[in-house]
């Protein structure tokens, strides 16, 4: 008799997205710009609650342009939820665009901090 029922993982499984309980997905590392009535709106906070939500790590400022710059990392799936909840934005913003870029590499952040404008 087989005492080992466990579920046995292999790469295959975690190509399809599937991971043991407790088992940390692959980490994801995002540059974003998010452009439209973004700043004096309170989107850095937005930005900061969100990616306390979503277990993100990374930072958050005000460009010059007037569009908010975001690097974001976190477990894949976390990130997928934080992007999609800044795609929506905050009460008082409006999106208009919102521009993606991966990192091939980890960026190794350790908290999410706001930063000040560049």
Excluded: C
Aim: charged letters at 25%; hydrophobic letters at 30%; aromatic letters at 10%.
């Amino acid at each position: 008799m087989n005492q080992n029922r466990g579920i046995m993982m292999n790469e295959s499984h975690k190509s399809k997205g599937l991971h043991l309980m407790g088992e940390p997905e692959e980490l994801k590392s995002v540059h974003i710009v998010v452009k439209g009535k973004v700043q004096a709106v309170g989107f850095r906070y937005f930005t900061w609650q969100t990616a306390n939500v979503y277990r993100i790590s990374g930072w958050v400022r005000n460009r010059i342009d007037g569009s908010v710059e975001i690097a974001a990392e976190g477990e894949k799936s976390d990130i997928h939820q934080f992007v999609k909840t800044i795609k929506k934005g905050s009460p008082f913003s409006r999106i208009s665009n919102v521009s993606i870029y991966e990192y091939s590499e980890p960026r190794n952040y350790t908290q999410f901090e706001i930063r000040n404008s560049d």
